[in-house]
Structure formats: structure tokens, C-alpha cells
């Protein structure tokens, strides 16, 4: 089961916090790893809360664990903190004036229980050097 | 014994707050508390006295280990490959002080770099319409003196500035201000109705990337031409209704963030945002002011502006300054293959750029300057750690509203490590010593 | 240091009071000297030359959080006008809102050596400092504005001039400023609501002051103190038709007042870029020039020196702490508008501007200017400037110079104005047939601005005892030329010392110089009152806190402080 | 007319900045002459024979000369900058700057250009076969004057913000264009033969835009006032007028305010 969102990304406070506590470190997996989907997109996508899902645009796939929006509703709107995890899958068009398009991205969400969610580093990493599925 | 160290700086956001408290150990060597500080603030000072913290440079080795090298190594590697470039990438910027950014565009000068900083993906699309319409802006006290209509677009305070809306715009008692918050309207227009909208009397879910429509809309309402039934997802009655909030205020402040520099339209959204403030001052009196992300991004334009006359963006490569977004700008110069070494200070692309940028970055001969381990770092060949700027080393820093503000060094740093000046004040030299000037 | 020895050029100096004779002039460690004390200098031949002290300009906008609004905001300004790095010379943009290294380099090749930046905004002084600091050569001072600062209005609003000389005292330490500017008083503040006060008795809202009570005022605080220079001020009512009548409104506060200063100054008031202030009519249809209303006031009070603001007829940058104008020129222009209003201080305002040749009012501008110096009984109170780069870049004052000594130069002017007969109709420049001489044109670029900045004892003059800033230019005056000799000569200085350093060689840029940045230090009696309302306001209104305020240290690598104590 | 032919025979590592192949700085010289003229890479200075087989003859004047440059020049940037007068012809794709500040003369670009050509144009003509990128006849970063005389012309689609500032001449575009069209202009005319996005007049003063094909988004802006019958610049037939941007500022003319109109065809 999939379901079509337009994806957004941006701060937050747990972002911010745990990106200075050390962005190699599980809290910034947690902070930013994740996908914040609207209750009503959670019951299209058939998936519960907390469920690992592959995000799938034009430009890259990445997985990340679904949460409920909690800045919502905004149905048809997914948000992916903004970090590595996000910039997967963003639009990089800078329409010539230097800023990628972070913001208004359609993506595809599908349940991917059983893959795993990278820390950062492994994320780049393996990104870096065409380790990633 | 412990001391503590009053009106100390958060070297975290273009806030800039300077009302932080911070408890040290007697001997200056560890940092103990942090009062006034927002929780972001505050960890970056903690973060400060990680035990795991590395404290010296490291080379990445061809089997994808790291290796601890000296400074001085680090150096005659940074010196190297920025000489031997033809157009090398000198990014970041933004989390270092202006007398590193000074050095660091001496350096550029030398080695024909192409000096770029944060607002490249954050404001530099501001900048885009400031350089085509201009900006009616005012200090951060204007507004806690003098503001009775804050109209946040496209921005998050709650979680990206936290401590905004009590210090300058939402909440304080200013001069002509007495009442504070119920005094003021506060109008938010996202796409999500986020914790900054749930304190505003105001919240518009604009459509996403509808953005410049809307700010279209309000112009057209001004005038008291018609509308469209719907603009943007809202209903015309309330565009009409919040435009009169704003024309019925004293003085109009409007703060805008990424939620309009990134989407769709870019400096357009930006340039309308600040057409709608100019028209506001036919009626009264506004001004409008970009979120400002990393709290020194605004002091590296401010530098670069005096030295090369751009903001951000500055290709130095034929021994003059040039300037195009669009061409000059990192992820067009990654993305299209213009550049040929890779040199961070104070800014993780790694984290925060396209990974399309980021594979190319760890395809080229490439340094990263960071006291923190970063995805950027992970790519980078070389990795210099360094003292934290504002922290355990002091030096100018300009606010969101171009106000600078002197940091202050409240702790030592880790037993010979170096600081972002000195690190490039060698590089320097040593750049010079190749050229032989 | 090394010891020069400057041979046989024509000098012109009214400190000396050598108007063109052969004489010459001897540097050692750093100060100009007897010829008798020098033991084996280099020798420069500048037989056939004119020899001059360095240049001072007494108001310019060169440093500072407006100016570099104006370097952002404009790219096209420095659109294929750059200049590449090369041997010692850092590389170069821009052309009327410079980098700080070309302005720098600029205004040494044209022989300059002391530029004040004409307006700091206190809370940005260390903006203001880190730019003069990466500007080569220049010795430089700033001037904070108090004009629309809120204690100055509250402490004059009560005719307390101890209160504010207090302030001021206190703000120029803070700031390391060098004198007190008004600009536009009391309107900036109205401008915060987005008003203004456009004559000297408009009072300000909620302060419930008048402009004329603020410039009175600070005239008595300045010399309540003796500061090095006199009060600074920029009138109301700036670039208006008929605004002429406000600027003899300005001048008047002035009257009865004498200086207080032990710097050598004559006057209490410098009212600057008189030009902009100098207009009859009540409409751009009917404006017309009142230079010679203006000068023969000027002419007849000896307490008042003026600048002139003269318009070169160029695309330039407006940029003024006077906001409400800057909106009202982008209300006319439609071109793209910066506005910087400052807590409890001040504001400003950029707008980019075309002074065409076709354009009547223009013309008109550019007469006006050169009327007033031209007007002028005498040249040590009527200094050459172009407001830069409000009515064109500092890099035309060598043109500025051609046109007041050739009525040649100017006839050609008129004779490329798309509207001759009208601006000849609207102004007096037609029927005046005097030129300037160089001892004159030596008058208003060097000894008199130094003298009404307080710097005479180091400036301005070849007097032994003076900083060796000696300028040479390869222009003979005694043999004919063609207008445009003179500003080919005045734009290249062949040769340029600065305080004692070879900064200039043969046209090039040959030393990044000794740069200093003077601030002025007075000292007054405890005023307990004033430091607690400065307390007070900085823990209620501003947003820094008073730990945070004051520049220190390495804002200013190398200052120049002069001492004034005004204790009882 | 003589012809200087152009062949690259060695491809830049990064990016070749060849503003000197114009007309105007090869007017009057030998070809060791302009073999001889400098080229950049990065920082490096090179000479155009150093990239470049040149062969033929350059005329007395640029009127007299013409280029025809040959090869992969997709790495190749400022053809034709600030030409005068004479003519280029570029048989391949090329880079950005194409045209930018050119004042006459002629460029015709047998391939696909990409941002930044005819960056503040004064005149003269600018053909491209193929597809153009953005900013095409924009202006210069800060600068209100845009395009201000000549004509540009794509055969296939063009990208984003084509005509900013635009205060004359013409762009006509034989296909598809990206969104903002026309951002601020004062005058001149763009013809869009294919369909466009959104974001078209933005902020636009004066000027006229014609859209043949679809429009996915109208500004809120622009107000629809008629329908009228078209026959310019070979585009025949009924279209429905539109008049912004209501928000922006306009000149009145005998005390009727002036507005930027923007055509969309109803039938051919």
C-alpha cells in the first residue's frame, strides 16, 4: 500500500537540539529519521504509528520511521525534519538561484517494516558509496 | 569554587540573544551551567564538554579509516589542495566569527576560490529580491518598541528561534508597547497550523508553494481591487480581513523563514512579501525582516559585502568578485561539476545540502573544518576540529537584524586545540609561502 | 622611517600661505619638518608639479551598516567595474558604493588622506569600525548621530545641555566617535511612525520637542564640552522645493552662539551638502536655485561652515540616516528602497539614483552646488564635497575641481543639458564668470576642513610639525591647459605621503599605508543621573544589553585618540 | 562578410569562459591574433587556440565578420557577449551567458542554450533552435533594466523567469515555458506558443504577454476584461485579454491607468 503526499521539510526543536548534541549520535536518528503524516494519510497508507516506511521521490528514496504529525492537521502534507534524511528525496532544482526546492516535494510513502532506519553517517556514507537499496 | 559569566552570547541562531548566565569552574576549563538559554542554546554550550569530543585533526585512509594527523599536517593539506584547485568551493561561513571570515577571504583572494555561506540554502533567495526591490527593515527593538502587528510567513519561531516571540516580537513591554502581548494581533500564514500559529489571533493554511499568489492577493486587496472567489486555498473574505488588520496597525512587522525562500517562486516570494510592506507604508508604517538561520550568516555578508561587494556567492576565481545565484552558488556549482576542491567551515552541507550536492563534495579533494563530527565530515578527506566560537573563543557575530555583537570565549578550549582564526591565519601563510607572495 | 625631500614644486598652501611659489617640503618620521633636519632623504623632483597637503573630507559616506546595504543591494553597481588583484593591491569593486579597499585606494590616488564616515548609528558602531579597519591608508573618524537619539531629546526637551553633554561624552566613548551629526532632527523619529518634521518648529511626535530645540541644543552641549569639531548638521526638509527657507531657519540657531573649542575652530555649526538645501520654489516645476540667499548668510556669519554636495550628473546610491526622504525618493524614482531604522536612535534609508543631464531638475541640482562654493567670500568655510555618494561618487571630486576653476568646463556642461535654457533660467551659474585658483581649491579640500574638524594641528597645511601627508600631481600651473587637464591631473596623483609613508609612486599604489581611526575621548564630572537613565533605557528598550554596547579593542587596531576635558 | 570558423579540439576539465568570441574582438585580426586572445579555466588564463582549431578569415569591422563555432560546446560559456554587430553561429549546445549584453548583430545557436542568455539585451537578434534555460532575457541580478530592444527567439521550450525586468524588444517561444514569466517588466512583448505554468505578469507594470496554449494558474492579479480578436507578429485569432498586475503600481495616461496585458487564445 502507497499513497502520494507533497513533502515538506524544516526545523524543529528536537532537531535542533540533538543536531548540537552530536549529529552522529541516536537522538539525531530519532529527531530527524522520520516522516510526520497526518492521521488521516496514516489511514490511507494502512500503516500504524511508528512504522518504518520507504519515502520515494524523482530525485532519491530514503526510509524513515512514520510518526503523527504533531504540528497538524495538514492532510496531504508529509514533513521530514530537515537533514540527510529529507534531502534523500528533495527536489535539488534551483530554478537558477542557488536554492534547491526543500520544500514541495510529491513523494511516494509505502510501509517498509522491516528495513532499517540509518543513522546520518551510515546514511551519507553508504549514500556516498552506492551502498544504499 | 565556580563563577559565572554574565551577558554571555548564544552562538546558536540569528537571534543572538546576549542575556545568557553561564556557571564555569574557577580555572575557566569546564562549563558547568547555562541560564536564559533556550534549550538549543543551552546544549550547544553543553555540547561544548562532551567527553567524547575530538580534539584533534584526522585523515580519512584509502581502506576508509580515520587517522589522527597534526595540525600542521591538516594545514599543508588545506593549503595544498586549495592551490593546487583551479576553482575551489570555500563554503560555510556562517557558524565562525567575522574575523575568521576576514581571514578566510584573504585566503580566497590568494587561491581564486568561490566564497559561498549558508544563505545559499536559506536566504540567499532573500537576498535575490532585496537586490531587485530593496528592504524597508528595522532593529529587533523597533518591533518589541513600537510593533502592534507581527505577522509571521512562512516561519516557525517556536521550534526555529525559541526565544523570538518573548524577547523581541510577540511578547515584550516596549517603549510605546506597555501592553505587550495584548497590545499586538499576531497573524501566521504556513501550510501547517504549527506552534507558532496556535499563539497567533490569525492563522492562513496557505496551500503550499501557493505562497506568492496569496502575497499577490493582498496587494490586490490593499487597492480594494476584486479577487478571486479563492486565493491559495483561503477564501477571499479572509484575505480582505486580514489585509485590514494590517493596514489598521501603527507599525507593521512581517518575519518570513524557509517556509517561503525554499518553496516555489523562491525570491519571488520574497520580492512580493517586501512589495506588500512597501504598500503597507502608504498607510502606516511597516517594515519586514528575514528569520536569519546560523547567528552569524548575516555577519559573513556583511563582511564579503565590504571587502567584495555581494552578499553571498562570490566567485573570486579571475581575481575580481562576480556574482550570479543561480551560476556562483554551491549546489549549481556541485551539481554541474564547476568546482574542483572542497573546502567547510562553520556549515554542514553534508547534512543540509541535496545528496546529489553531497556525493559530489565527497568525490572531489575536500576539508572540513567543524568542532562537531557531521555528515560533512564523513565525507570530507581531511577533518579539522576546532574551539567553539562564542563559546571558547570570542569575536564579532551580526544579528538577524544586521546589529553586531561581540561573542564572548566563557571556557578554555580542549588543551591545544586551535580556533577557526588561527587554523586559517596558518593556512594562510602557508598559501602564501606556495605562491611565493 | 625614511626621510623625503620634496624639490621645487609649485606648492599651494594656505597654512604657509604659499599660493603657488617654488618651495620644498621635508619629511621625517612621519611629520613634515624643516628642510634644515633632514639628514639624507630621498629626493623627489617635483619641479613643474603642484604640491598640496593630503586631502581631508569632512563628510562622506564610506563605512558603515547603510553603505554596505547599498554594496549588497546592488550588484549592477559593480557590474564589469571591477579591478583584479595584483602585486600589493587587494582586488576592487564598485562604483558609487565602493569596497572598502577601492575606496581606500581611491581616495589616495586622488591625494586624499583624512575621510570621516558623516553618520554612525551608535548601535552599529562596530560595523562601522570593522569597515574603516579594512579600509587601506585613510586615517578615518566617525560621527554617531544624536539627532533623533532618545535621550538627547528627552535631556533637550528640558534645556538640559549638562545632561546631554553628559550623554554625548558617555555615547562617544561607547562608540569611539569622533563628533556630534545631527541628520534630519527629530524627523528620523517621526519616521518611526512613519512620519516626519519638515521645518525647524515641526514638533516630534510624543517627545514634544522641537528640531530647533534638538539643534540648539546640541550646539551648547558641543560646546558646553569643547569638542574638536563643531555640531554637524543635516536640516529638515532636505531635497524639497523651497526648502531654502528651513536651512535659514537652521542656520539661524546658530546666531549669538561662539565656539568653546581649544581645537582652533571659528564655527559652532557645519551645515552639510548645502546643496540639497538650497532650493526656491514650491514645486519641480517651478524649483529654482537660492544659493546666493543661502550664501550671503553664509557669507556674513562667521560661526557657520557648510559643505557643498554638489551633483556630478552620474548614476549613483542615495543613502541617508534622513528616512522619510529615502521614501520619499523612492515614492518619485519607483526604484528599489532599503529602510534601517535603529532602537532609540536613529534610521536610514538606500535608493538607487540616475542625476541625468536630461532631466531639468538635475541640472538645476549641479548648478546649484557649484554656485554655492562659488558664492563663497571665503574658501576656508566652503568645502568640496558630494555628499558621496548621495549626489555622485567621492571619485569625481577631481571633475567637481575642473568645473570650479574653468567656466570653459562648465559652459560645456550646459551646453549637453537637454534643458539649457530653463536650468539658466532657474539658477545664477550663467552670468558667474569667477574660477577658482588653486590656493582656493586648497582652501575647500584641505586647510578648511581641517581647521572646522579641530585637526588643523595635524592636517590641512605643510607647516613643519604637521603629518607628512603631502599629495603631488603632475600638473604644471603656470603653463596653459584644457580643462580636463585638471581633472586627469587631480584624479592621478603622481605622488602621495601619508604620514611620512610613500603611498603613492608614480600613480600606483605603493604601500597599504598606516591607517588610523580617530575617536575623541572627553572627559566630564561624575553624572550620576545620566548613567542611571542609561541603565535604565538599556535594561527596558534596547535589545543589548549595556555590557554588550561599548566597542573595545580590535575594532580599532590602531586609534588615534584625542583627549578633551571638560570637567569643571 | 568573412567567416573565422572555430573548432574545439580540446574539452575544459571544468568550464571555458570565452568571452571573446565576438565579432568585436575578432574584427580586424589575423587568426595567430585571435589564436592569441585569453580564455579562462577557473583561474587559469589561457588562449583561445588552446582550445580552439581556428581557421578563415575575420572581417575589417564586426559588421564584416562572422563566427561559426563547431563541437561539443556545452562547457563553454559567454559566446557572443556584448557583440555589436556581425555574426556567431553556434552548431551545438552551449552554456550559459549566450548573447548576455548584446547590443547587434546576430547569434544563432543550432542546439539547446542553458541559464542567462541574452542577459540584459539591447539589441540585435538572438535565435535558438533548441531549448533555452532560465532567465532567458532577464536582467542582471539587482538591475531594473531589463531587456530593452532586439529579439529573441526558441524554437523549443524555454525555463523559468524569461523576461524579468523586461522593459522592450521581444521573445517569442515556439514551445513550453516554467513559471514566472515577465516578473516585473515595464514593456516588450513575449509570445509563448506553448503552454504555460504559473506566476505570468508577476508584479508586471507594463507590457504585453501572449499565450497560445494553457495556462495552469492565473495570477490573482490579473482580471479578465474581454475578448479580442489578435493579429500580431504572424499570431492570428481570438483571444481573451487580461489586465495587471492589480496589485502593482501603474502610470495613468489622460487619467487611465495603464496596465500590463497578458492574452490567452481562445480559438485559432
Known amino acids: 500500500m502507497a499513497i502520494r503526499v507533497n513533502l515538506i521539510t524544516g526545523r524543529t526543536i528536537q532537531q535542533g537540539v540533538s543536531m548540537e548534541a552530536g549529529k552522529e549520535k541516536p537522538a539525531y536518528t530519532a529527531a530527524c529519521g522520520i516522516i510526520e503524516l497526518d492521521p488521516a494519510d496514516f489511514k490511507k497508507l494502512g500503516a500504524f504509528r511508528n512504522t518504518n516506511v520507504r519515502v520515494t521521490s524523482d530525485h532519491g528514496s530514503v526510509i524513515v520511521k512514520a510518526v503523527e504529525a504533531t504540528q497538524g492537521p495538514h492532510p496531504g502534507v508529509a514533513y521530514i525534519p530537515m537533514g540527510p534524511w529529507a534531502n534523500m528525496v528533495v527536489n535539488p532544482n534551483t530554478y537558477s538561484t542557488g536554492m534547491p526546492t526543500f520544500k514541495g516535494t510529491p513523494v511516494t510513502v509505502e510501509v517498509a517494516k522491516s528495513e532499517p532506519v540509518f543513522s546520518s553517517l551510515e546514511l551519507v556514507r553508504k549514500g556516498c558509496r552506492g551502498e544504499l537499496a | 569554587m565556580t563563577k559565572t559569566v554574565t551577558d554571555v552570547i548564544c552562538p546558536f541562531c540569528g537571534t543572538l540573544c546576549d542575556d545568557l548566565e553561564v556557571v564555569v569552574s574557577a580555572d575557566n576549563k569546564e562549563l558547568l551551567e547555562v541560564y536564559n538559554a533556550c534549550a538549543i542554546g543551552a546544549e550547544k554550550f553543553l555540547h561544548s564538554q562532551a567527553k567524547d569530543r575530538l580534539t584533534r585533526p584526522r585523515m580519512r585512509q584509502e581502506d576508509g579509516s580515520w587517522k589522527e594527523i597534526s595540525y600542521d599536517e591538516a594545514i599543508e593539506y588545506t593549503a595544498k589542495i586549495l592551490t593546487d584547485a583551479r576553482k575551489p568551493l570555500m563554503y560555510g561561513w556562517s557558524s565562525t566569527n567575522c574575523e575568521a571570515q576576514a581571514v578566510g577571504s584573504e585566503i580566497g583572494e590568494l587561491v581564486g576560490a568561490v566564497m559561498d555561506n549558508t544563505a545559499t540554502v536559506c536566504h540567499g533567495t532573500s537576498l535575490i529580491a532585496v537586490q531587485d526591490i530593496g528592504i524597508p527593515s528595522c532593529t529587533l527593538g523597533e518591533v518589541k518598541n513600537r510593533a502592534d502587528r507581527i505577522l509571521f510567513w512562512g516561519c516557525n519561531p517556536a521550534h526555529a528561534h525559541p526565544r523570538h516571540m518573548s524577547r523581541y516580537s510577540i511578547f515584550p513591554r516596549g517603549f510605546f508597547t506597555g501592553k505587550g502581548h495584548k497590545g499586538r494581533k499576531v497573524i501566521v500564514i504556513d501550510p501547517r497550523p504549527t506552534d507558532t500559529a496556535n499563539v497567533a489571533d490569525v492563522h492562513l493554511q496557505v496551500e503550499q508553494g501557493r505562497d506568492y499568489e496569496l502575497l499577490n492577493a493582498f496587494r490586490v486587496a490593499f487597492k480594494g481591487e476584486q479577487l478571486p472567489d479563492v486565493v491559495a486555498g483561503i477564501p477571499k473574505e479572509k484575505i480582505y480581513e486580514a489585509a485590514d488588520l494590517l493596514k489598521s496597525g501603527r507599525f507593521v512587522i512581517i518575519f518570513f523563514g524557509m517556509g517561503v525562500t525554499q518553496s516555489l517562486g523562491k525570491n519571488h516570494n520574497i520580492d512580493e512579501a517586501i512589495a506588500v510592506t512597501r504598500d503597507l507604508n502608504e498607510y502606516t508604517k511597516a517594515a519586514i525582516m528575514p528569520m536569519r538561520g546560523h547567528y552569524n550568516v548575516t555577519g559573513s555578508g556583511q563582511v564579503w559585502g565590504w571587502l567584495f561587494g555581494f552578499p553571498y556567492a562570490v566567485d573570486l576565481s579571475r581575481g575580481f568578485a562576480r556574482y550570479n545565484p543561480g551560476e556562483t552558488t554551491s549546489n549549481d556549482l556541485l551539481r554541474r561539476d564547476e568546482v574542483d576542491a572542497v573546502f567547510v567551515l562553520g556549515s554542514d552541507p553534508g547534512a543540509h545540502f541535496p545528496f546529489s550536492s553531497v556525493k559530489k563534495i565527497y568525490n572531489l579533494p575536500s576539508v572540513a573544518i567543524d568542532p562537531h563530527e557531521t555528515p560533512t565530515t564523513e565525507v570530507c578527506k581531511v577533518h579539522v576540529p576546532v574551539a567553539f566560537v562564542g563559546v571558547e573563543v570570542g569575536g564579532c557575530a551580526y544579528r538577524m537584524d544586521n546589529v553586531p555583537i561581540e561573542t564572548r570565549k566563557v571556557v578554555e578550549p580542549p588543551e591545544g586545540m586551535m580556533t577557526d582564526e588561527e587554523f586559517l591565519r596558518h593556512v594562510l601563510a602557508r598559501v602564501k609561502e606556495i605562491q611565493g607572495v | ?568 | 562578410m568573412e567567416t573565422v570558423t572555430l573548432t574545439i579540439k580540446n574539452q575544459p576539465d571544468l568550464f571555458l569562459e570565452a568571452d571573446t568570441i565576438t565579432p568585436d574582438a575578432f574584427a580586424g585580426k589575423k587568426i595567430e591574433e585571435i589564436a592569441d586572445l585569453h580564455v579562462y579555466v577557473g583561474r587559469e588564463q589561457h588562449r583561445l587556440g588552446d582550445f580552439f582549431e581556428i581557421s578563415g578569415k575575420a572581417g575589417a569591422t564586426p559588421e564584416e565578420t562572422k563566427i561559426v563555432v563547431n563541437g561539443d560546446l556545452s562547457r563553454v560559456k559567454y559566446i557572443g557577449m556584448k557583440m555589436t554587430a556581425g555574426e556567431v553561429v553556434v552548431n551545438s549546445n552551449t552554456d550559459m551567458y549566450v548573447g548576455a549584453w548584446m547590443q547587434g548583430g546576430k547569434i544563432t545557436v543550432n542546439g539547446d542554450v542553458d541559464a542567462f542568455a541574452g542577459t540584459g539585451m539591447k539589441g540585435g537578434e538572438l535565435i535558438i533552435k533548441g531549448n533555452a534555460g532560465n532567465y532567458l532575457g532577464a536582467a542582471y541580478r539587482g538591475d531594473w533594466r531589463g531587456m530593452q530592444a532586439g529579439k529573441i527567439t526558441v524554437t523549443g521550450n524555454a525555463g523559468s523567469d524569461i523576461g524579468t525586468f523586461m522593459n522592450g524588444g521581444e521573445i517569442v517561444i515556439g514551445g513550453d515555458v516554467d513559471v514566472h514569466v515577465a516578473t516585473h517588466a515595464e514593456g516588450g512583448r513575449i509570445i509563448i506558443k506553448g503552454n504555460a505554468k504559473s506566476r505570468l505578469g508577476g508584479q508586471m507594470v507594463e507590457g504585453e504577454i501572449y499565450v497560445l496554449g494553457s495556462i495552469d494558474l492565473m495570477m490573482p492579479g490579473f482580471a479578465y476584461r474581454e475578448d479580442v480578436d489578435v493579429d500580431v507578429d504572424g499570431i492570428k485569432g481570438r483571444f481573451a485579454l487580461y489586465e495587471g498586475d492589480l496589485g502593482e503600481r501603474h502610470r495613468k495616461r489622460k487619467g487611465q491607468t495603464i496596465y500590463a496585458k497578458l492574452y490567452q487564445r481562445i480559438e485559432a
Open chain 3, 1 to 568: 622611517m625614511a626621510e623625503y625631500l620634496i624639490k621645487n614644486g609649485f606648492v599651494f598652501d594656505p597654512v604657509l600661505g604659499i599660493k603657488g611659489d617654488k618651495a620644498d617640503i621635508a619629511i621625517k618620521d612621519g611629520k613634515i619638518v624643516e628642510t634644515t633636519a633632514l639628514g639624507s632623504p630621498k629626493v623627489i623632483d617635483a619641479a613643474g608639479k603642484t604640491v598640496m597637503a593630503g586631502g581631508v573630507d569632512i563628510h562622506a559616506h564610506v563605512a558603515g551598516p547603510k553603505v554596505n546595504i547599498g554594496r549588497n543591494f546592488r550588484p549592477e553597481d559593480k557590474l564589469f567595474g571591477y579591478k583584479a588583484r595584483s602585486g600589493i593591491e587587494r582586488m576592487q569593486g564598485g562604483f558609487s558604493v565602493p569596497t572598502t579597499i577601492r575606496t581606500g585606494y581611491n581616495y589616495a590616488r586622488m591625494g586624499y588622506t583624512t575621510v570621516m564616515e558623516a553618520a554612525m548609528p551608535p548601535l552599529y558602531a562596530r560595523h562601522t569600525h570593522e569597515e574603516m579597519r579594512d579600509t587601506p591608508i585613510l586615517d578615518q573618524g566617525a560621527y554617531p548621530v544624536f539627532g533623533n537619539n532618545w535621550f538627547v531629546l528627552e535631556y533637550l526637551k528640558n534645556h538640559e545641555i549638562e545632561n546631554a553633554a553628559a550623554y554625548i561624552a558617555w555615547l562617544l566613548r561607547a562608540t569611539k566617535g569622533y563628533a556630534v551629526k545631527v541628520v534630519n532632527p527629530g524627523g528620523t523619529e517621526a519616521w518611526g511612525w512613519g512620519l516626519n518634521c519638515e521645518n525647524v518648529h515641526d514638533p516630534v511626535p510624543y517627545f514634544d520637542i522641537t528640531p530647533a530645540q534638538i539643534v540648539k541644543g546640541l550646539i551648547e552641549a558641543n560646546e558646553h564640552l569643547g569638542l574638536p569639531h563643531s555640531m554637524h548638521v543635516h536640516a529638515n526638509n532636505l531635497g524639497n522645493p523651497g526648502n531654502y527657507t528651513t536651512t535659514l531657519d537652521t542656520f539661524k540657531l546658530s546666531e549669538g552662539i561662539k565656539p568653546n573649542s581649544k581645537f582652533g575652530r571659528d564655527q559652532v555649526m557645519h551645515h552639510t551638502h548645502v546643496q540639497f538645501h538650497s532650493y526656491g520654489g514650491d514645486s519641480w516645476v517651478n524649483v529654482e536655485s537660492k544659493a546666493k540667499e543661502i550664501m550671503d548668510y553664509v557669507n556674513s556669519h562667521e560661526n557657520i561652515t557648510i559643505d557643498m554636495g554638489q551633483v556630478t550628473l552620474d548614476e549613483t546610491t542615495t543613502m541617508t540616516a534622513d528616512g522619510p526622504f529615502e521614501h520619499h525618493l523612492t515614492e518619485l524614482n519607483h526604484l528599489k528602497w532599503a529602510n534601517a531604522d535603529v532602537e532609540l536612535e536613529t534610521g536610514s534609508g538606500v535608493v538607487p539614483y540616475v542625476y541625468s543631464p536630461n532631466i531639468k531638475v538635475c541640472a538645476i541640482q549641479w548648478a546649484i552646488g557649484l554656485e554655492l562654493a562659488l558664492f563663497a567670500k571665503d574658501p576656508m568655510r566652503i568645502f568640496i564635497t558630494t555628499d558621496h555618494p548621495n549626489a555622485g561618487p567621492f571619485i569625481r571630486y577631481p571633475r567637481v575641481i575642473k568645473w570650479l576653476m574653468s567656466t570653459e568646463a562648465r559652459e560645456q556642461q550646459f551646453d549637453a543639458f537637454k534643458h539649457k535654457d530653463k536650468v539658466i533660467e532657474a539658477t545664477n551659474l550663467a552670468g558667474i564668470d569667477r574660477e577658482l585658483n588653486l590656493y582656493e581649491i586648497a582652501q575647500m579640500t584641505r586647510a578648511g576642513p581641517a581647521k572646522a574638524l579641530g585637526l588643523a594641528h595635524m592636517y590641512g597645511g605643510l607647516a613643519p610639525g604637521l603629518e607628512a601627508d603631502v599629495a603631488i600631481y603632475d600638473f604644471n600651473p603656470n603653463e596653459p591647459y584644457a580643462p580636463d587637464d585638471i581633472e586627469t591631473a587631480f584624479l592621478n596623483a603622481e605622488h602621495l605621503f601619508k604620514t611620512g609613508v610613500q603611498v603613492v609612486r608614480d600613480h600606483n599604489i605603493a604601500s597599504n599605508g598606516n591607517k588610523r581611526t580617530l575617536w575623541v575621548n572627553a572627559k566630564v564630572d561624575e553624572n550620576p543621573q545620566v548613567m542611571r537613565d542609561v541603565k535604565e533605557k538599556f535594561l527596558r528598550y534596547y535589545t543589548v544589553t549595556l555590557n554588550n554596547y561599548e566597542v573595545t579593542g580590535h575594532y580599532l587596531p590602531n586609534p588615534y585618540v584625542i583627549e578633551v576635558d571638560a570637567t569643571e
